[in-house]
């Protein structure tokens, strides 16, 4: 997967030689997913040509390398998504999962291609759900379509016993009862004369109180590592995944702002993949539609100030000048033409087909991006404007 930070990186990349940006649609399951490896070789294959117009032959092969050796890994072309987009420079691999389909592309180029992947990373249904119980966690990224389990970033405790280590004062697995279990139950023991009595304490609290503080612990570790690691870097709004006891322990120690407040009641390792998604989109899309509404108050309110626009002309001459706090962009639309960045003059075209031709949308969203501002995407029926977008600026217009 990839966040907005990830997508700033690959914006700030250049090389004066080579960036090598290669996108491909893939398939998750067999026998659809039979040809992804194919494709992906005959892209390679681009690649090497594309490279030999600028490197020596004996410079290539260690670039090609490691898109060679995941050609040959079955288990990788296994577990693709949707989409798959792969990124080479000097110093730098990085592969990306997509969960939305993107069209066959191989560009090499002195700064990574990263259009294909705005229209994804900026989309503003995306949302990541955090599956906990007393034991461990899981943690999924998804859209209102479809839901994937994501790789917790080092450094996140993914069970109690990683996270509390020898501070665990309630060994796991254990099933002695204590306090007042049956005679004959585990932790029973005999009092005087032999006899036997009920279970009884352990140190200073019972085993119940030693699992709450244990998981009042485990929690506090959870809550902190996915704030810092997860949820600041994506910016997405998260949803708690747990038993319905675990809710009101887990918001009450939570210092993350993006952890909505309703949350799935249910052990997420109960349900089919396709009912987590149909259960956190229930609790997504009030909080979608509210912050699509608020964004377009924002812009209203902004346009009324002389400090918002939707016309192209006056909003890419602001965006040439990094004045853009949040632009809004309507899903599904292109404008052809060409944007110089540094002048902010529009080009516009009718024919989206010709090389030179570029979408000026997807060129606005990037200079916004590299200068620092926000970019949703919105669906047309929310979108406040007409003409595909709409920019909310940082100071007013300047007269």
Known sequence: MIDPNDLQSLLTTRNERFCVSLYQPTHRRHPENQQDPIRFRNLVKEAETSLGRVLEVDAIEPIL????????????????????????????????????????????????????LLRIVQSADRYQVLSVNRRDIRLFEGNRDVLDEIALAPGVPSTITDALGEELTAAEGQVHSYGTGPVDGAGASRGPGGAKTGGHGHGHGSKKDEIEKDTERFFRAVDKAILELHSKPSGLPLILAA?????????????????????????????????????????????????????????????????????????????????????????????????????????????????????????????????????????????????????????????
């Open 65 to 116: 390398a490691p898109l060679r050796a995941l050609a040959d890994d079955a288990d990788f072309w296994n577990h693709t998504h949707d989409g798959l987009a792969i990124f080479v420079a000097p110093g730098q691999f990085r592969r990306v999962h997509l969960q939305r389909p993107v069209a066959e592309l191989l560009v090499v180029a002195e700064s990574f291609h990263v259009k294909p």
């Open 243 to 399: 038993l319905p006891e675990y809710h009101a322990p887990f918001h009450a120690i939570s210092h993350n702002p993006h952890l909505v407040a309703k949350g799935i009641e249910v052990n997420a390792d109960t349900l089919a993949p396709d009912e987590l998604r149909a259960r956190a989109w229930k609790v997504m899309e009030p909080f979608y539609i509210d912050r699509l509404e608020q964004l377009v108050e924002r812009f209203g309110a902004a346009r009324s100030a002389q400090r918002g626009d939707d016309r192209l002309p006056q909003v890419a001459q602001a965006a040439a000048s990094g004045r853009i706090d949040t632009l809004l962009l309507q899903a599904e639309r292109a404008i052809p033409g060409r944007l110089d960045v540094a002048t902010g003059d529009v080009q516009c075209s009718s024919d989206m087909t010709d090389p030179a031709v570029d979408d000026v949308l997807d060129d606005l969203a990037q200079r916004v991006l590299v200068t620092g501002g926000k970019v949703v995407i919105v669906p047309t029926d929310r979108m406040p404007t007409d003409t595909g977008l709409a920019a909310i600026y940082r100071y007013p217009t300047p007269p």
